[in-house]
């Protein structure tokens, strides 16, 4: 139980345009969805936190009309990358968390590689 | 906010030896510390947490230590395997929020 997909794998796309990525929770219902960008050898950071059906919560530094994040249901979260720059190719992971028991645990999806060319 | 400080970047161990990452954490408010392990393009993968109401937590060849006065927490594997080899991450939370905030990862190299 507990998965959490992403599509697409992987992206490729010219400069200027926009991107969307998909998360979604395929077993669960998700409290919370989080979007975090991890460039190659380095830690995750995290972007942003999403709750259903309310706008989401930026962390400091992470451009909320470049990130755009979409949260329309309980199983599924977009992140549309806006006027793509070379500088946001990147691996981007989204994670959802429920609360079994009151674990707030966080699954991870497989990850999102983007390049801007 | 919090800030997580991982050491160190790169380990390498012989198999069938111990390993030992630390974490700090700078947010006495965090209460929650997730440990996970990522493999070369996949997803984390939690491997073992800890809150902060327990001081060791023990799951076969891994535990997880927690010293809340000096706001740090470390990994121990035992018995390396080559399977071990990844990138192990440390993580603070405040179980209530939420939020993972982690620490910077450290590449872990199991030699045969």
């Known amino acids: 139980g507990a998965v959490v997909s992403q599509h697409p794998s992987w992206v490729i796309c010219k400069s200027g345009t926009s991107v969307k990525i998909e998360c979604r929770s395929l077993?669960?219902?998700?409290?919370?969805m989080f979007w975090y960008r991890q460039f190659p050898k380095q830690s995750l950071m995290l972007m942003a936190t999403?709750?259903?059906?309310?706008?989401?919560?930026?962390e400091q530094g992470v451009e909320k009309d470049k990130f755009l994040i979409n949260h329309a249901s309980l199983t599924l979260s977009t992140l549309t990358v806006t006027s793509a720059h070379p500088e946001d190719s990147s691996f981007y992971i989204c994670?959802?968390?429920?609360?079994?028991?009151?674990?707030?645990?966080?699954?991870f999806g497989p990850g999102t590689r983007l390049t801007v060319t | 906010g919090e800030n997580v400080e991982q050491h160190p970047s790169t380990l390498s161990v012989q198999e069938g030896d111990s390993a030992v990452i630390k974490c700090t954490y700078s947010?006495?408010?965090?209460?929650?510390f997730p440990w996970y392990k990522q493999e070369l393009g996949k997803r984390p993968q939690l491997i073992i947490d800890?809150?902060?109401?327990?001081g060791e937590k023990k799951d076969q060849r891994i535990a997880v230590t927690l010293n809340k006065t000096a706001k740090h927490f470390s990994l121990h594997i035992t018995e390396t395997q080559p399977e071990d080899s990844a990138v192990y991450f440390c993580?603070?939370?405040?179980?209530?929020?939420?939020?993972?905030?982690f620490g910077s990862g450290t590449k872990l190299n199991v030699k045969p």
């Open positions: 994670s959802a968390s429920y609360a079994p028991q009151g674990r707030y645990e966080q699954y």
């Open positions: 077993d669960f219902q998700a409290t919370t």
């Open positions: 999403s709750n259903e059906g309310s706008k989401a919560t930026y």
């Open positions: 947010d006495s408010a965090s209460n929650y």
């Open positions: 800890i809150r902060s109401n327990v």
């Open positions: 993580a603070a939370s405040q179980y209530n929020f939420n939020k993972f905030y």
